[in-house]
T-cell receptor
Framework: KAGVTQTPRYLIKTRGQQVTLSCSPI?????VSWYQQTPGQGLQFLFE???????NKGNFPGRFSGRQFSNSRSEMNVSTLELGDSALYLC????????????FGPGTRLLVL | AQRVTQPEKLLSVFKGAPVELKCNYS??????LFWYVQYSRQRLQLLLR??SRESIKGFTADLNKGETSFHLKKPFAQEEDSAMYYC????????????FGQGTRLTINP
């Protein structure tokens, strides 16, 4: 079974631009979560989608948004990029949402200049 | 508020020595606690969860509600245990909203 895939793996943007990251979950998994990982703040939960609906949300500004498609693939979008948005963005999928069945992707490294 | 604290950013022990990675949490309800591990150039993966009370790769962790701790232990460290370890808390059963600690980088010296 293929693992969680994320595209692109690396991205360089400039301040003020917007970016869209993609996550393809493991086949059959209906829940997709997104995390931001930075050296200063560590791993922080962004949001979770289940069956195309946002089910949980972390404490991030509205510039961070996401969506999930009917095939469970998910995208997250960051608008008006700031330098502090430079991070590794991890996606995780699970069958129904429980952490015990959660598998992480390799991440997308975003650098904002 | 939910919070997970891993007091040691770095931990270095010799092969064959016991290992203990500390994790303390703050949560008013009944949390689910997890340990995740990330080996070099690999993905973050679940190591163990307190509910299962399993021993994975020789590691165990006991939830101590009185001390609000979930320390990870292994009696005899092996070189392949070198990795980044994260303690995480889920406050709502079945929810994927995990709160992670800052992580501890464990190095096992030969």
């Amino acid at each position: 079974k293929a693992g969680v895939t994320q595209t692109p793996r690396y991205l360089i943007k400039t301040r003020g631009q917007q970016v869209t990251l993609s996550c393809s979950p493991i086949s059959g998994h209906r829940s997709v979560s997104w995390y931001q990982q930075t050296p200063g703040q560590g791993l922080q939960f962004l949001f979770e989608y289940f069956s195309e609906t946002q089910r949980n949300k972390g404490n991030f500004p509205g510039r961070f948004s996401g969506r999930q498609f009917s095939n469970s693939r998910s995208e997250m979008n960051v608008s008006t990029l700031e330098l502090g948005d430079s991070a590794l963005y991890l996606c995780a999928s699970s069958l129904e949402g429980g952490p015990e069945t959660q598998y992480f992707g390799p991440g997308t490294r975003l650098l904002v200049l | 508020a939910q919070r997970v604290t891993q007091p040691e950013k770095l931990l270095s022990v010799f092969k064959g020595a016991p290992v203990e990675l500390k994790c303390n949490y703050s949560y008013s309800g009944s949390p689910e606690l997890f340990w995740y591990v990330q080996y070099s150039r690999q993905r973050l993966q679940l190591l163990l969860r307190h509910i299962s009370r399993e021993s994975i790769k020789g590691f165990t962790a006991d939830l101590n509600k009185g001390e609000t701790s979930f320390h990870l232990k292994k009696p005899f460290a092996q070189e392949e245990d070198s990795a980044m370890y994260y303690c995480a808390l889920s406050g709502v059963q079945g929810a994927q909203k995990l709160v992670f600690g800052q992580g501890t980088r464990l190095t096992i010296n030969p």
